[in-house]
């Protein structure tokens, strides 16, 4: 039954990070990086929800950790290339900006 659930589960920061980042704000590891953010809030009790729940959270992101840096290394190609995206498209915005 855990190995299920650690299986359904696995790489949900990622997947999540995906979703509900907008495309300016797109980073590499965006699943790591939530991770290891809602890893700090936790051990700051700063998460939402009571404390008592930091028992369940504190190990499910302990856990899911390693299939995120899976899952994102797996989506690296596209991540590089939508940050390049997102990186022209400002410089083009900041080059019409001084040279109208």
Excluded at 3 to 14: P, Y
Excluded at 36 to 42: E, I, M, R, T, V
Excluded at 65 to 75: E, G, R, W, Y
Aim: glycine residues 4%.
């Amino acid at each position: 039954m855990l190995t299920l659930i650690v299986v359904t589960m696995s790489g949900c920061s990622s997947i999540r990070s995906r979703t509900e980042t907008q495309p300016e704000d797109w980073t590499v590891y965006p699943g790591v990086q939530r991770d290891g953010s809602d890893l700090l809030k936790a051990f700051e009790g700063n998460l939402k929800g009571p404390q008592w729940t930091m028992a369940f959270v504190v190990p499910f992101l302990i856990a899911d950790t390693p299939c995120s840096v899976l899952l994102d290394t797996v989506a690296l190609p596209y991540d590089v290339y939508l940050v390049s995206q997102n990186n022209s498209q400002e410089n083009n915005a900041v080059t019409k900006e001084v040279h109208p």
